[in-house]
């Protein structure tokens, strides 16, 4: 028998965790640009700035809704949720400590594929809905991003599932107990931060929304709080993304001392930092140079580092 | 091999980018810290009187003339109180055309209108921007406190006959022959 | 768990009904994408985890995508066309048929003899061994099925140089 009320605490806990860290992120990631690019970033509400979140979202929300009349409505609305709903459907089989878990599936890896799949229509049909050239370039570029850094992605972490022997992300974890996966799966952990940055449409992977090309690409035509569902949508996957990279590559709750939650954010946080250091670092690639970067350099590597990794597990096997 | 220095160049760009983290932002917090403007900053234009209180302003077009964005206006009028004193019936400086060039201060020639280093002008209705002689004008000599024009101009006004001014010899009689 | 399976089912049912009936491609193309998820759903109701995942990440996440990518090319145009398509009177043929299919069921269940909804968890370790035990002619035939559509689409998108042409 399910225990609905340790289920219902762990899907708020999760629920609640993955919303206020990514509208904490909005304000994180402009500090830290800030910080990096020697100014100091939104700094005046609260104490640090801290509460700049806060306002944007009053803003956000008090902004006027407008719909395009050209647009397609329905699908233009429904859009938005799509973002925010795949990314917060796949921190359901997120285990961030021990049976500290919504959903324990057996193919937790596959649902999260899944859920990251479904989130390219999200960017498609909303750069379609929008029925501007600007949104429309944006969702073609989009549709060939996603389409071909989903496959890497699904490639890069079967050498993780394979050492493990499991789809099951606990498992996984669990399995890590001695050595990291990033140490025997450094080419499979490095095509999987890739292409997650590319499913998250992060720089320098960012061409769907190139600000400097695309006006916002294929959110260009959403105001107020649509517009907000994909900032969220955005920060939402960015988080997924340092805590699937936590759990897959980095031992996910394991580490000495501290407690397993403890462990598992502070590694997450690491990432998350890590992912806005490159926004702030790396140029915007050209989108044949993506293209060809992911089918003639992550794919063989993908490919390469999955057929050495069944070898050698089939070989321990015997 | 190339991926190599790739795979260096980007690492060392993060390094790189990471290092800021411990240098301090050379951001000035503006309404709290204030920033340093020189005396000399071309900022807010104003109106000075000479050291006696009057109006420097004698009303000749100079700075209208000079202003290349054409946002002075003025006109001048007869003082009827201070024989042959000119001063401007109107003068009025639109700041939201002015460029705050300062050509206006060069081309006048009693030092009246000045540019201070003051730029916080901000308004909410673009009218309050359109600034007239009772705005522009202050009560002190801004940066030049001893000049006064009608002191050392060689012409004759009420407080002094010509010839009275500063470093001025009387006027030359031109009827006698005495040197 | 039933009430489940028959909200799926009525979804998927309906969402395919709307497929066929939209007149515009890429609303229809939508409603197929929901058909798939509900279909999905299914089959994770009926203990076939791994056939609900692999049909959500390539029918769902990657063919779907590259319909609509065709479909959203279309333009406006293509509804006026669906329109004049879509007469009553082409419903006929296809609705006679679906009559003789639904008769078929009701006479299933009519007649009894139906087993209950059972879930028995397939692993996907049984799917895998499965496709690459008794299946691997299967398997490699797929393959090579694949192999010269991948060519030969690289053969049609290459860029032909000025000299070659």
């Given at each position: 028998?399910?225990?609905?009320?340790?289920?219902?605490?762990?899907?708020?806990?999760?629920?609640?965790?993955?919303?206020?860290?990514?509208?904490?992120?909005?304000?994180?990631?402009?500090?830290?640009?800030?910080?990096?690019?020697?100014?100091?970033?939104?700094?005046?509400?609260?104490?640090?700035?801290?509460?700049?979140?806060?306002?944007?979202?009053?803003?956000?929300?008090?902004?006027?809704?407008?719909?395009?009349?050209?647009?397609?409505?329905?699908?233009?609305?429904?859009?938005?949720?799509?973002?925010?709903?795949?990314?917060?459907?796949?921190?359901?089989?997120?285990?961030?400590?021990?049976?500290?878990?919504?959903?324990?599936?057996?193919?937790?890896?596959?649902?999260?594929?899944?859920?990251?799949?479904?989130?390219?229509?999200?960017?498609?049909?909303?750069?379609?809905?929008?029925?501007?050239?600007?949104?429309?370039?944006?969702?073609?570029?989009?549709?060939?991003?996603?389409?071909?850094?989903?496959?890497?992605?699904?490639?890069?972490?079967?050498?993780?599932?394979?050492?493990?022997?499991?789809?099951?992300?606990?498992?996984?974890?669990?399995?890590?107990?001695?050595?990291?996966?990033?140490?025997?799966?450094?080419?499979?952990?490095?095509?999987?931060?890739?292409?997650?940055?590319?499913?998250?449409?992060?720089?320098?992977?960012?061409?769907?929304?190139?600000?400097?090309?695309?006006?916002?690409?294929?959110?260009?035509?959403?105001?107020?709080?649509?517009?907000?569902?994909?900032?969220?949508?955005?920060?939402?996957?960015?988080?997924?993304?340092?805590?699937?990279?936590?759990?897959?590559?980095?031992?996910?709750?394991?580490?000495?001392?501290?407690?397993?939650?403890?462990?598992?954010?502070?590694?997450?946080?690491?990432?998350?930092?890590?992912?806005?250091?490159?926004?702030?670092?790396?140029?915007?690639?050209?989108?044949?140079?993506?293209?060809?970067?992911?089918?003639?350099?992550?794919?063989?590597?993908?490919?390469?580092?999955?057929?050495?990794?069944?070898?050698?597990?089939?070989?321990?096997?015997? | 091999?190339?991926?190599?220095?790739?795979?260096?160049?980007?690492?060392?760009?993060?390094?790189?980018?990471?290092?800021?983290?411990?240098?301090?932002?050379?951001?000035?917090?503006?309404?709290?810290?204030?920033?340093?403007?020189?005396?000399?900053?071309?900022?807010?234009?104003?109106?000075?009187?000479?050291?006696?209180?009057?109006?420097?302003?004698?009303?000749?077009?100079?700075?209208?003339?000079?202003?290349?964005?054409?946002?002075?206006?003025?006109q001048a009028a007869d003082d009827p109180t201070a024989q042959d004193r000119r001063y401007p019936e109107f003068f009025r400086i639109n700041f939201s055309r002015c460029i705050y060039c300062g050509m206006c201060e060069e081309a006048c020639p009693t030092n009246a209108i000045q540019l201070t280093p003051d730029f916080e002008q901000s308004e909410y209705a673009r009218r309050n921007l359109v600034y007239e002689k009772e705005d522009l004008l202050i009560s002190g000599t801004g940066k030049y406190p001893d000049y006064n024009f009608y002191r050392v101009a060689g012409v004759k006004t009420r407080d002094k006959d010509k010839g009275q001014a500063e470093n001025e010899l009387p006027p030359v009689d031109v009827r006698s022959l005495m040197p | 768990m039933e009430i489940l399976f028959y909200i799926a089912a009525a979804v998927t049912v309906l969402a395919t009904l709307r497929v066929i009936t939209h007149v515009h491609a890429v609303h229809a193309l939508l409603y197929l994408v929901v058909a798939l998820i509900a279909l999905a759903l299914i089959f994770y109701l009926l203990g076939a985890q791994f056939a609900a995942a692999?049909?959500?990440?390539?029918?769902?996440?990657?063919?779907?995508?590259?319909?609509?990518?065709?479909?959203?090319?279309?333009?406006?145009?293509?509804?006026?066309?669906?329109?004049?398509?879509?007469?009553?009177?082409?419903?006929?043929?296809?609705?006679?048929?679906?009559?003789?299919?639904?008769?078929?069921?009701?006479?299933?269940?009519?007649?009894?003899?139906?087993?209950?909804?059972?879930?028995?968890?397939?692993?996907?370790?049984?799917?895998?061994?499965?496709?690459?035990?008794?299946?691997?002619?299967?398997?490699?035939?797929?393959?090579?099925?694949?192999?010269?559509?991948?060519?030969?689409?690289?053969?049609?998108?290459?860029?032909?140089?000025?000299?070659?042409?």
């Open positions: 028998m399910i225990d609905w009320s340790h289920t219902a605490l762990t899907i708020g806990v999760i629920l609640g965790g993955a919303l206020t860290l990514a509208g904490l992120l909005i304000w994180v990631e402009r500090r830290l640009l800030g910080i990096w690019q020697e100014r100091y970033g939104p700094n005046r509400l609260g104490p640090g700035g801290c509460l700049q979140s806060l306002a944007d979202m009053i803003k956000i929300f008090t902004k006027e809704d407008w719909i395009p009349p050209f647009a397609d409505k329905a699908v233009f609305v429904i859009t938005p949720a799509i973002v925010v709903i795949t990314a917060l459907m796949s921190f359901a089989v997120v285990p961030i400590a021990p049976s500290f878990v919504v959903s324990d599936l057996n193919m937790g890896v596959l649902f999260f594929l899944a859920m990251s799949s479904l989130a390219a229509y999200s960017v498609i049909i909303g750069g379609w809905a929008s029925n501007s050239k600007f949104a429309f370039l944006g969702s073609l570029r989009a549709i060939a991003q996603l389409l071909s850094y989903e496959v890497f992605m699904g490639l890069s972490l079967m050498g993780a599932v394979l050492l493990a022997g499991s789809f099951n992300l606990s498992d996984i974890v669990d399995a890590q107990q001695q050595v990291w996966f990033v140490v025997p799966q450094f080419l499979g952990f490095l095509g999987f931060f890739m292409a997650g940055l590319a499913e998250a449409h992060r720089t320098p992977f960012d061409m769907p929304e190139a600000e400097a090309e695309l006006v916002a690409g294929y959110h260009s035509e959403y105001s107020g709080m649509k517009f907000g569902m994909f900032f969220v949508g955005e920060y939402l996957s960015v988080i997924l993304l340092s805590a699937m990279t936590v759990i897959l590559f980095f031992g996910g709750w394991h580490g000495p001392w501290l407690p397993p939650v403890v462990w598992f954010v502070l590694k997450m946080s690491a990432f998350i930092v890590l992912i806005i250091l490159i926004r702030a670092t790396w140029p915007r690639f050209r989108f044949d140079q993506l293209l060809s970067f992911g089918w003639k350099v992550v794919m063989p590597l993908a490919l390469i580092n999955l057929l050495v990794t069944g070898g050698v597990v089939l070989w321990k096997a015997g | 091999m190339n991926i190599w220095i790739y795979a260096r160049n980007l690492t060392l760009g993060l390094w790189i980018v990471f290092k800021r983290t411990f240098t301090k932002p050379v951001t000035v917090q503006y309404p709290e810290e204030r920033p340093y403007l020189p005396p000399r900053w071309r900022g807010r234009i104003v109106l000075t009187r000479d050291p006696d209180g009057e109006e420097r302003c004698v009303a000749c077009y100079l700075c209208a003339a000079a202003c290349p964005v054409d946002c002075i206006a003025l | 692999l049909e959500i990440i390539i029918y769902g996440g990657a063919i779907m995508v590259l319909f609509i990518f065709v479909v959203m090319l279309l333009g406006p145009l293509a509804v006026e066309q669906e329109r004049t398509w879509l007469k009553p009177g082409a419903w006929v043929g296809p609705g006679i048929l679906a009559l003789v299919l639904l008769g078929e069921v009701g006479y299933l269940i009519a007649i009894g003899d139906h087993l209950p909804i059972t879930v028995s968890e397939t692993r996907q370790k049984g799917v895998s061994i499965a496709l690459y035990g008794p299946y691997i002619i299967g398997v490699e035939l797929a393959s090579m099925l694949l192999l010269p559509g991948l060519i030969g689409a690289y053969h049609l998108g290459r860029r032909v140089s000025k000299e070659s042409r």
